[in-house]
Structures are given as C-alpha cells and as structure tokens.
C-alpha cells in the first residue's frame, strides 16, 4: 500500500471494497455501482459512500463518463494498493482475492515454487483493459526471430501455459493470429480511435476456437504404469481431456507427454503418453509438443 495514503482508518470490509474498485479501474479501466453491489451484496447507497471515499483518497484515480454512465480510470491514475501481478492473473483468471492486498498466514504449511516469470504490473493492466474493452493495442515487441518490432494486435484472451503468460492476438504485422508473451511487451498503449475489422476478431481464430480430445495413457515404457493411473486419476487407464488447439502444444510440453507415434523418448520423467498422435494434426502449437512429428515429416523420414 502506498505511504501517501492512509487507509488504517477505515474497516477491512470497506477497505475490501475500496481495493476492488481499483483492481477494476486499473485492469478493466471500468466500472459501475452496480459491480460493487452484486459483489459484496451491499446497498447502492453503501456503494455510492464507497466511491465517494475512493474518488476523495485519489481523485486522479477516477472520472465519471457521462455518456457511457460508468466510472473510468482518470488520466493520472496512480495506485493506492501495490497488487502484485500474480494476484491479479489469480483474479482475472479465477474470480477470487480481489480483496486488500493483505499479507495473509497460510493455514497449513506449503511449499509452492514461485514462477521465475511475472508481467509487470503496468504492462499487465494496459492488456487487460484492451482485452476488456475490445481495442486494438500498440506495443513494442521482442521476438526472438524478429527482434524489437513495434506491432498492432487486437488480443482478446489471457493463455497461462505452465510457465508463463501469454495474450492471444490478431497480429497486423503478420496478418495471423499469434500468441504474445507478456514479459516481452514494453510500452503498451490502448488505441481507441482504430476499428476492429472482422477478420480480426476472435471467432475467426480457428486454433483458438478448435477444441482438441486427447486420449492419455501410462507411457508403454515406464514401470508400474497403475501408480500413474493413480497419480492422474484415470479411469481404466486412460485420462481424456480436451484443449483449445492453440494452446496444446504449450500444454503437453508442461506436463512432458510422449507424442511420438512409437513412444521413443527415453526420459525417466516423461510418464504418459498420447495414444494417437493424429489428434495433433492441423494443431499449430504441436511443434512443441515433445516427440511429435507431423505425418507428412514422418513419411518423408521412412
């Protein structure tokens, strides 16, 4: 929380409230009354308080657009929680801890490794108020094959594959939908004043809108494969799940599943395999998959 502002005088449940109309400024760029009454079952006049205190704590924060009827962020916006980016993917993602920003003790003892990759906060809140109100974004872009571009995308969906996040975009430069990591976006600027052409939507993201059924088994060449049933919670021997196709490499490649047709990879830590390799076929993202080779690649090979 920023020293500037003192908010000890105020209840953790108002505080609560106070920190959720940030999280929806700030991220969505957004909101109406109506989001803090349907959130925390309060009265409109009770909301009304709240976003009076707010507005009176940072003024800068928060203007009122008329037209739209809906508080948006104010031009020089400046946080009153600090909010750490895995926090808020956690509430974007999965719709809980948009409370204070508290450091809580944990009920039971765990251990859970951190990722070694977090997007900045600042980059995070532009795509996602671009993602939430369905703009165009202009960023500069560090490829690995490509370098430092600067692009415009039309992103409309978050991707976590395991290790890191990515946005899902229309990509102007290449014409093609593509999957952009977070961490190497720098200077993220809204574009409103640019529309939205058809074929740019998602809907026409034919990876994105393909849903993959993957048949998973014990990997044929390790021990014991009743302890991995066990471990995966198969049902007689198999794990079936189903995957958008743009995200299935990135996937299998996490979970380090044997997409060869002949289950060759010899790696103690590969347990499972995918039964049919011709799942993959069409699927963008397999490049990544480990073992999997194309069936036209294959032939060739023979």
Known sequence: MSSTFDLSEYSVPQRDRLAFIELLLYFMGELRRSDIVSRFGIQSAAATRDLAIYKKLAPSNIDYNTKQKNYVLGQAFKPLFQFSSERVLSWISKSFGDGEPTQLNPWLATDIPARLTQPAIDTLSVVTRAIHQRSILAIHYHSL???????EIVPFALIDNGQRWHVRAYDRHHQDFRDFVITRIQHPQVRKDSIIQPHELSEQDTQWTRIVELDLVPHPNRPRPEITELDYGMIDGHLRVRLRASSVGYILRCWNVDCSADHHLNDPAIRLWLSDPLTLYGVKSAVLAPGYVPPTSQTRRV
């Open 145 to 151: 094959s490509s370098g430092l571009t600067e692009r």
